[in-house]
């Protein structure tokens, strides 16, 4: 027991900087995609290697991120080098349609980072309860909820935390495509919360069912039994961008079209 | 291989029996009523464990059903594969279950989702489909369109026997449950705190998995399998590509093998030291899981930036890797992992400095070696309870050498077995990672996929894979054409079969821990 307490005692904070330092990826991961309009010379290979259909070329390129794992291999066969991997994490979005990006938009660097920071640090205080609901996932983003609950990330110094029933919850954080056999307990899950009630779709399954196909077992997302205010990409999305969708859901956030 | 043969024969005489050298496997085709006697002759005579069964819809082919029981020539490297066809307008066979036990999950599977029915099934109940989908639909039929939705259609049978007498509790528990877990239900029927009988209904996170690989094109597929499960992804990812290249008698290279190697060896890390942290929050030893925790999260950094994903998505390709260990990422690896090291050996010796965290670990939820072997435990699960099996050393795979993996065997089959075969492990894998590095520091940059050519119509495959639970058993039928025709996965989470043996006898308040010292993915299994 005393040794134990002995190790904690000498060893540092593990709690890591965000939010008033924001996370890039590392050189070479596999985060979600970044597009330079400029290069695109609408050849479609991308299109055409994609997964789960995330991408269409037409007149114009269309990335819907809800859609995207993040395999990268869009990437790797873009001859003119329009897509490459984002340094930074997605951004989560309040609506569907949000995350399905034009050139424009993608192209624009993201100034929410002051912006986040300083609500961030206004709002500390106020607290979210939070009751987690995998309708069918992988549990990659299970695990990164997980991880937000750790010395590192350390979701409580928010005032958020995960409660053990929807009595006692302001938002269901949902991951998975929202299976056959599941969907019913998600649903009398969501019936048993009070209002207010918020619902958070975490990775790419929960916002659209990708890369499972929609059939007999598996939905197209917590969208297809629930209604869901924020959407997280990502499969799965980092422990910082999950906690993002979080803000964002309280209104600690603002999205790029809100700002 | 003549060896190999040589085995079967003497306890199959009267079955004529063929080699497939692409799949090392013994084939021998029985008639459907004499698979449980070829069966039972396997198992016990030649003491070969039950690797998985496959069931697939033939009829397209002209075959009718097939069954395959697929057994391992452990001292061989070997597999045998009991086979048989089923006639379509009647396919029902004797069950195996009562000869070997282990085929119980998969029987019950075939009948659902193929519809071929084990007769004498000893627990013919719903397992992969609940008891709303409709009577005589079989998803993996090749007719059944998985696009549809069938009504839901409750039945008057429940999923759940229970347990019923005087002062007897019966405690529901999930599918959803308190923590940040996956989904399953849990029926206890309990006298006071003590548990007389456990029963799981799983399944809730069936995505249909197997069906979307039907048809599909190799990389669609891949990224299915990569998917199956968030922490046994690269585990995953690696046996469908080795089945893949078996099928295609392709290799990858050397230094793509060294690259797999140790990135499954980094998986298996993150994994046995998170579980061992969240193993701490069953015993509500809350220094643990944080301590714990935070190992697990450096190690998950690492894997982000030497293989560009927390979980080692995007890393196996068939044929090889995508990306390369350099220079760089091979001193991160050493780097890190040589303070992780030396964190975790200080973490465990301070649990077990611990009295009351060793007090509850010890005695409790005893999954015995019987049981163990009987039903046909794997992995961790099974090291713990005396079965010595892995198949790094068994049926060596990638760059490993089966003389540097030491059994790590305990028998007491308890909580604490169980964490300590983790905490062994993870020492052994720290030493392997230094090897597959030094041998990469000497290897020269390469080609790092393999080119696969067609694959072979109307053949198949096994891929296995150490994942941190145990094997994960993948088996790829092609068809026509060499295109997919049926990916069957039996991940190491098939454990879940003997956890309810593991309860009764504890208390309640135990549960959460033993379920830990377990910690199966339900994603790995529900597919």
Known sequence: MFALLRRRLRQRLATSGYPAVRESLPEGARGLPAFEATRCDLNGACAAVCPTGAITVSTRMALDLGACVACGRCAEVCVPGALTIAREPAAPERSRAALVIPLTVLAAPDPRAAALAARARAVLGRSLHVRHLDAGSCNGCDWEINATTNAVHDLQRFGIDFVASPRHADVLLVTGTMTRNLELAARRTYDAMGDPRLVVAVGACAVSGAPYPAGYASGEGAASALPVDVFVPGCPPRPQAIIDGLLLAMGRLETRAER | ?527
């Open chain 2, 1 to 527: 291989m003549s060896g190999a043969l040589g085995h079967v024969a003497t306890v199959l005489p009267e079955h004529r029996a063929s080699w497939d050298a692409a799949a090392r496997t013994v084939r021998v085709e029985v008639p459907g009523p004499a698979l449980p006697d070829a069966c039972g002759a396997v198992r016990a005579g030649l003491d070969a464990p039950l690797t998985v069964m496959t069931a697939t819809d033939d009829r397209g082919l002209g075959r009718g059903y097939g069954l395959a029981y697929v057994f391992s020539l452990d001292a061989a490297d070997a597999f045998v594969s009991i086979e048989a066809r089923l006639d379509p307008e009647h396919p029902s066979f004797p069950s195996v279950t009562p000869r070997v036990p282990a085929a119980h999950w998969y029987e019950r599977e075939a009948k659902d989702l193929l519809g071929l029915d084990p007769q004498g099934h000893p627990d013919p109940r719903r397992l992969v489909l609940h008891e709303d989908w409709p009577r005589g639909l079989h998803p993996l039929r090749k007719d059944f369109d998985p696009r549809q939705r069938p009504p839901r259609a409750p039945h008057a049978e429940g999923p759940i026997t229970g347990v019923r007498g005087e002062g007897v509790m019966e405690i529901p528990v999930g599918p959803i449950h308190a923590g940040i877990i996956e989904p399953g239900h849990f029926r206890f029927g309990a006298v006071g705190e003590l548990v007389l009988q456990l029963e799981a209904r799983l399944f809730y996170t069936h995505r249909g998995i197997e069906k979307a690989a039907e048809g599909a094109s190799l990389e669609r597929a891949l990224f299915l399998a990569e998917r199956i499960c968030g922490v046994c992804s690269l585990s995953n990812a690696v046996a469908f590509c080795q089945a893949v290249e078996a099928l295609a008698g392709a290799m990858p290279s050397r230094r793509a093998l060294l690259v797999r190697s140790t990135l499954l060896e980094l998986e298996r890390l993150y994994n046995h030291v998170g579980d061992i942290a969240n193993l701490c929050a069953g015993a509500s030893l809350q220094l643990g899981v944080y301590q714990g925790g935070v190992l697990r999260e450096r190690l998950q950094e690492l894997c982000e930036r030497v293989a560009g994903h927390r979980y080692l998505f995007g890393v196996a390709w068939p044929g090889g890797v995508r990306r390369d260990l350099d220079a760089a990422g091979r001193a991160d690896l050493r780097a890190t992992l040589a303070g992780v090291e030396g964190d975790l050996r200080g973490l465990v010796a301070a649990l077990f400095d611990t009295e009351s965290f060793v007090e509850r670990i010890t005695g409790t939820g005893v999954l015995t070696p019987e049981v163990a072997r009987t039903l046909g435990a794997v992995g961790v699960t099974a090291r713990a309870s005396g079965v010595s099996r892995d198949t790094r050393r068994i049926h060596p795979y990638a760059a490993y050498d089966p003389a540097r993996i030491a059994p790590v065997v305990r028998t007491e089959g308890d909580v604490r077995a169980r964490l300590l075969v983790r905490a062994d492990e993870a020492t052994a894998s720290f030493a392997l990672v230094r090897d597959f590095l030094g041998e990469l520091d000497a290897t020269p940059p390469g080609a790092l996929v393999t080119a696969l050519g067609p694959l072979p119509a109307e053949r198949s495959a096994l891929g296995i894979v150490e994942s941190p639970r145990g094997e994960d058993v993948h088996h790829v039928v092609t068809g026509r054409d060499g295109a997919l025709h049926r990916y069957r996965v039996r991940s190491a989470s098939y454990n879940w079969a003997v956890v309810p043996f593991a309860v009764p006898g504890s208390m309640v308040p135990d549960f959460p821990l033993i379920n830990k010292s377990f910690e199966l993915c339900y994603a790995c299994l529900d597919r």
